[in-house]
């Protein structure tokens, strides 16, 4: 693992990250940016109604185009443009908070099976997870497997544990997890990784909440199955042009037919196609 020294990734940086699938950033955003982030998340999280679970407050951005703000900032999206080139839409974002004592499990993964139906290439993705709080094992920080982002082979199952945030996981032949390594933040640290590497992070059990922040990213090469997952997703232009004949949704204003289609579809997908860490 390695901590670039700023956003402006080194070609040892890129090479860490061409090899391994994965790279670790310090202070991502500036100070005063995170702190109205975390602020942000804080009140969506005190607004979470009954029953739904702090692990499954994703795509915020359909309901809350302030979240754009974060997005579309100039320096992240620089970082990024090292990795998918100069022409970005945002694929996703997720809250992903684990409370104290009873965070959810994420099993072993690769965010590519999810999007499969959403994105092609689905393993061009990039994402972000931004910790909102000091995440290592103690709390359930998220596991990788360094250079397993290249293409294998690999079979799904139901997932055993109860506690799971998905419904489906790798067959545990397809993890070597004695080569896994934790990813530690403090906050507004970050970790970036390919869609194809193999995580996952296990549940919390301890006195401390565990919370953070994904950002998705393709290039604009890649292309979004509109036809089939326009109604309860959408893809936002974030740099550059398009180049894949791509539909592109308002940034600037709530999407609340995605959030409402998006729930109606979950009681037929379930968790499958929401990835994480």
Same mark, same amino acid.
Request: with cysteine.
């Given at each position: ?63 809350d185009p302030r979240l754009f703000e974060w997005l579309m900032? !100039?320096?992240? &999206?620089?970082?990024? #443009?090292?990795? =998918?080139?100069?022409?970005?839409? /945002?694929?996703? %974002? ?27 290439p689905s393993v061009e993705a990039v994402t972000i997870w ?51 390594? !934790?990813?530690? &933040?403090?906050?507004? #640290?970050?970790? =970036?990784?390919?869609?194809?590497? /193999?995580?996952? %992070? ?76």
């Amino acid at each position: 693992m390695t901590i670039a020294a700023s956003r402006n990734l080194s070609e040892e940086d890129l090479s860490f990250f061409r090899g391994n699938g994965y790279l670790t950033l310090p202070e991502l955003l500036p100070p005063e940016k995170f702190d109205a982030l975390r602020e942000f998340f804080e009140r969506k999280l005190a607004a979470l109604p009954g029953g739904v679970r702090p692990e499954d407050m994703d795509v915020p951005h359909f309901s809350d185009p302030r979240l754009f703000e974060w997005l579309m900032d !100039p320096g992240v &999206l620089d970082m990024v #443009e090292q990795l =998918v080139g100069p022409d970005i839409a /945002v694929f996703s %974002s997720h809250f992903l908070c684990k409370p104290a004592g009873d965070g959810r499990s994420v099993p072993w993964h690769d965010d590519a099976y999810y999007w499969r139906e959403m994105i092609i290439p689905s393993v061009e993705a990039v994402t972000i997870w931004l910790a909102l709080d000091e995440v290592d094992e103690g709390n359930g920080c998220m596991k990788v497997v360094p250079g397993s982002h290249v293409p294998g082979e690999r079979r799904y199952r139901p997932t055993r544990g109860a506690d799971a945030v998905f419904d489906e996981e790798l067959d545990p032949e397809c993890v070597d997890e004695s080569r896994a390594v !934790p990813i530690r &933040l403090r906050r507004n #640290e970050c970790s =970036v990784h390919r869609a194809g590497l /193999v995580h996952g %992070s296990e549940a919390n059990r301890s006195d401390r909440r565990r919370a953070g922040f994904t950002m998705r990213y393709i290039s604009t090469a890649v292309r979004f199955n509109h036809e089939e997952v326009g109604e309860r997703h959408q893809i936002f232009l974030a740099r550059g042009r398009d180049r894949a004949g791509n539909v592109y949704a308002d940034p600037t204003v709530p999407h609340p037919e995605l959030v409402a289609n998006r729930a109606a579809a979950r009681n037929h997908v379930d968790r499958r196609r929401l990835g994480g860490g």
